[in-house]
């Protein structure tokens, strides 16, 4: 099994060969990742995941926005503002094939955030994610006291919507 120091959790913000992000999944299990536009067979990748090699999904930006799939071994912890985090990750790895992104990066177009606070952008959107623990079902419970379980429940998904830039991680991960 990995060493403690390498595994992330949801809400993690990280720096990946393709920028920074927070994670907003950890799959242990084989799981389809959307490749690409459209809702059909083709358009997604197998990903192997195990307790032993788990997959982060991460939601990236402000450098690319998008989300993708990586190993432990090319992430690191970082901040949202750490420039620094992604030299190191660029060519890092523990030399077992995993040095890059598992999935392409998707970037589909998601309009469920119209109504962002004034002032709000991507980075305010991963920070939030962060901050609640960067899973829909913390969101929901932060969410519903004030909104109600319906609207929170609305909000959540188009947030993580927003974070991982596709509406195919419903009923995924």
Known sequence: ??????????????????????????????????????????????????????????GLGPETVGSA????????????DDDDALESTAGEGDGDGDEEALTPVINEDVNGLDDLPEGWDRNSVLEFWSSIGGSWDACVEEMADELGEDRATANCSAMKDEVVRTQRWRNRF
């Open 69 to 80: 799939v990586y190993r432990a071994s090319v992430l690191e912890s970082s901040a949202l």
């Open 1 to 58: 099994m990995p060493d403690a120091a390498t595994r992330y959790e949801t809400g993690d913000i990280v720096a990946t060969p393709d920028g920074r992000g927070v994670v907003a999944a950890v799959l242990m299990s084989e799981f389809e990742f959307p490749t690409g536009e459209g809702e059909g067979d083709e358009n997604v990748t197998a990903v192997d995941a195990s307790d032993d090699q788990p997959a982060y999904v991460v």
